[in-house]
């Protein structure tokens, strides 16, 4: 007899979140490591700490590419490993608001003041929010909340006895 093997609901959102979180933590960890390239996407003084070199900001950005590691990959990892626990699952909720609030107001933020005139795409710091980094995380925050809303427990109706 073949075996198949089933899937879990949201499987492929999980998996899409936590390669775009890895693709939002690589960058993080290229900085650590001294790297420049694109840098100047995120901000002038992020530059200008990266070329001072100053161990407190490679500490930093070593947490912050854990931080982005641990929030990509566990929600995965807590999914394909049942039975999920719920404070993985509420966690992951908080970080779903957090990615869609701050990627959604970055992007639309970033598209407005561009429609507007209020800034221009030939700024490194507006072409990378608005382009890159702030939909990077709307992209994560909804494949993420895609992946918990459709792999949710759903609730049996109980025929009542009476």
């Not at 100053?54 to 039975?83: E, S, Y």
Request: with cysteine; aromatic share 10%; net charge positive.
């Amino acid at each position: 007899m073949k075996k198949t093997r089933t899937r879990s609901a949201g499987t492929p959102l999980f998996i899409g979140a936590a390669i775009a979180g890895l693709l939002h933590a690589a960058p993080s960890f290229y900085w650590m490591c001294g790297g420049m390239w694109l840098l100047d996407t995120v901000g002038p003084m992020a530059v200008k700490l990266q070329q001072e070199g100053n161990v407190p900001v490679r500490f930093l950005l070593a947490a912050v590419f854990i931080a982005k590691v641990t929030g990509a990959l566990v929600p995965l990892i807590d999914h394909l490993r049942p039975p999920a626990h719920a404070w993985v699952r509420i966690v992951s909720w908080v970080g779903v608001l957090v990615l869609i609030g701050w990627g959604g107001r970055g992007t639309f933020a970033g598209w407005q003041r561009v429609v507007t005139g209020q800034a221009s795409l030939s700024n490194p710091l507006i072409a990378g929010h608005t382009y890159l980094w702030s939909p990077l995380f709307l992209i994560w925050g909804l494949l993420l909340c895609g992946a918990l809303f459709v792999s949710r427990a759903r609730r049996q109706k109980v025929p009542s006895t009476g």
